[in-house]
């Protein structure tokens, strides 16, 4: 299985800062043949079901505001949060769909000070 | 608009079986991959399992921790997928989500708790 470590656990910040929340795979999920990392991530709100950010490392979905950007390649990728909104709270999760099992980080619970 | 509905979640002794639903709607069933996930209370999501769509033969994948217990099917004509557990053990407890494809899409979940 392909281990997915995220870091850090938890971080607090002020509203108008940003914020990097980092993923890294025990495997490449860098497809050869399309060129297209299969990494996702996602945005779960207290009370809520996780809610897709980013697919392909760097395509935002349609409706996600411009301020989460999705960065990375092969093992090591990056979700920044820029001008951190009191809405962002919530917990951020990677998961890697490039091979069976798919399998989820531990997560990243943002909250604002 | 996608909607996604799970239902047959509720408290089931150590051993006993479920059935989940969920009803989709708002796009072509049979054209997409779909999946089950799970979340533990407090703790990250765990994938279960896909079954793929029409064009790949609704074939399925599963998680080993899951594997030989739990059978995911699909309903094509009512556009209802379904998740069969057997043997059901204390660490099963969690809230259990159907998503569209590998998770573009979720579910509200539904809560699966499994004690005596």
């Known amino acids: 299985d392909i281990v997915m470590t995220q870091s850090p656990f938890s971080l607090a910040v002020s509203e108008g800062e940003m914020v990097t929340i980092n993923c890294k795979s025990s495997?490449?999920?860098?497809?050869?043949?399309?060129?297209?990392?299969?990494l996702a991530w996602y945005q779960q709100k207290p009370g809520q079901s996780p809610k897709l950010l980013i697919y392909y490392a760097s395509t935002r979905q349609s409706g996600v505001p411009d301020r989460f950007i999705g960065s990375g390649s092969g093992t090591d990728f990056t979700l920044t949060i820029s001008d951190v909104q009191a809405e962002d709270l919530a917990d951020y999760y990677c998961l890697q769909h490039y091979s069976y099992p798919f399998t989820f980080g531990s997560g990243t619970k943002l909250e604002i000070k | 608009e996608v909607k996604l509905l799970e239902s047959g979640g509720g408290l089931v002794q150590p051993g006993g079986s479920l059935r989940l639903s969920c009803a989709a709607s708002?796009?072509?069933?049979?054209?997409?991959?779909m999946s089950w996930i799970r979340q533990p209370p407090g703790k990250a999501p765990e994938w279960l399992g896909v079954?793929?769509?029409?064009?790949?033969?609704?074939?399925?994948e599963y998680n080993p921790s899951v594997k030989g217990r739990f059978t995911i099917s699909r309903d094509n004509t009512q556009n209802i997928l379904y998740l069969q557990m057997n043997t059901l053990r204390a660490e099963d407890t969690a809230i259990y989500y159907c998503?569209?494809?590998?998770?573009?899409?979720w579910g509200q979940g539904v809560m699966v708790t499994v004690s005596s």
């Open positions: 708002g796009f072509t069933f049979t054209d997409f991959y």
């Open positions: 495997q490449s999920l860098l497809s050869s043949g399309n060129q297209k990392n299969y």
């Open positions: 998503a569209e494809g590998a998770g573009d899409y």
């Open positions: 079954i793929r769509n029409k064009a790949n033969g609704y074939t399925t």
